[in-house]
């Protein structure tokens, strides 16, 4: 079920994860920014949860993309 994670290229998975990890840079990242917004409760338009997922869907997919590298060494495959 996994295997296009498998197969899509690691090096874009990493551009991809910093690029929206970090845009835009100034005046903060709508990472940081909408993070900080859940952590206060203030997370309640779908704009800023859409943007939420935007911005860390990558980062997730980055994550379990190395887990599933690291498992696969592990086991020998």
């Not at 409760?41 to 800023?48: A, E, I, M, R, S």
Request: proline share 8%; charged share 20%.
């Amino acid at each position: 079920m996994m295997g296009w994670l498998d197969r899509f290229p690691r090096v874009w998975l990493v551009v991809i994860a910093l690029y929206l990890g970090v845009a835009p840079i100034l005046p903060e990242p709508h990472l940081v920014e909408k993070l900080r917004m859940l952590s206060q409760g203030t997370l309640v338009k779908p704009l800023d949860i859409f943007d939420l997922l935007l911005h860390s869907v990558p980062l997730a997919l980055l994550a379990v993309r190395l887990w599933r590298d690291a498992q696969r060494r592990r086991s020998g495959h």
